[in-house]
């Protein structure tokens, strides 16, 4: 994976908004972008958000786009600084092996909670691999907030 890298930081609509070129990523690949954007005097922005790599553009270049509200204003005539990671998101389930089993333990062996099952003892090892699935991008929040990413208006040209 080639190292995305921030294009642009713009104020619109009271948020920080990134613009960030991934154009050697895998498109459609889900791909989570955190970080933080920072100004002398106090102002940050936190971000956090999965999103789908999309397809590049005509020219090749392709960009993905990350909302957040800053903990104070801005101010003109200063750097911002970011600090952006981003990385392929999955969720792998493991579970112990089961001796004499396939890979799918019986559901009566299994604690019907928490509470019920057995301390995990020195040495124990969780390496049955149950499930792997990719990340989906995130939906749209809460209070008016958008998914990152949703607004054609960020388009670069």
């Given at each position: 994976?080639?190292?995305?890298?921030?294009t642009?930081?713009?104020?619109?609509?009271?948020?920080?908004?990134?613009?960030?070129?991934?154009?050697?990523?895998?498109?459609?690949?889900?791909?989570?972008?955190?970080?933080?954007?920072?100004?002398?005097?106090g102002?940050?922005?936190?971000?956090?958000?999965?999103?789908?790599?999309?397809?590049?553009?005509?020219?090749?270049?392709?960009?993905?786009?990350?909302?957040?509200s800053?903990?104070?204003?801005?101010?003109?005539?200063?750097?911002?600084?970011?600090?952006?990671?981003?990385?392929?998101?999955?969720?792998?389930?493991?579970?112990?092996?089961?001796?004499?089993?396939?890979?799918?333990?019986?559901?009566?062996?299994?604690?019907?909670?928490?509470?019920?099952?057995?301390?995990?003892?020195?040495?124990?090892?969780?390496?049955?691999?149950?499930?792997?699935?990719?990340?989906?991008?995130?939906?749209?929040?809460?209070?008016?907030?958008?998914?990152?990413?949703?607004?054609?208006?960020?388009?670069?040209?």
């Amino acid at each position: 994976m080639s190292n995305p890298y921030v294009t642009k930081v713009t104020f619109l609509s009271k948020q920080i908004v990134l613009t960030i070129q991934v154009d050697e990523l895998t498109p459609g690949d889900s791909i989570e972008i955190s970080g933080h954007a920072t100004q002398n005097g106090g102002a940050f922005a936190v971000f956090n958000d999965i999103q789908q790599v999309p397809k590049p553009n005509l020219d090749g270049t392709a960009f993905m786009y990350v909302k957040a509200s800053p903990s104070e204003e801005f101010k003109k005539g200063h750097p911002v600084t970011v600090v952006l990671r981003a990385a392929r998101v999955w969720t792998t389930v493991l579970g112990e092996p089961q001796s004499g089993q396939g890979s799918s333990p019986d559901a009566a062996m299994l604690p019907t909670s928490p509470d019920d099952a057995e301390p995990a003892g020195e040495g124990t090892t969780w390496s049955d691999v149950r499930k792997v699935t990719y990340a989906a991008p995130l939906s749209t929040g809460d209070a008016g907030q958008t998914s990152t990413g949703s607004g054609a208006s960020f388009q670069d040209t």
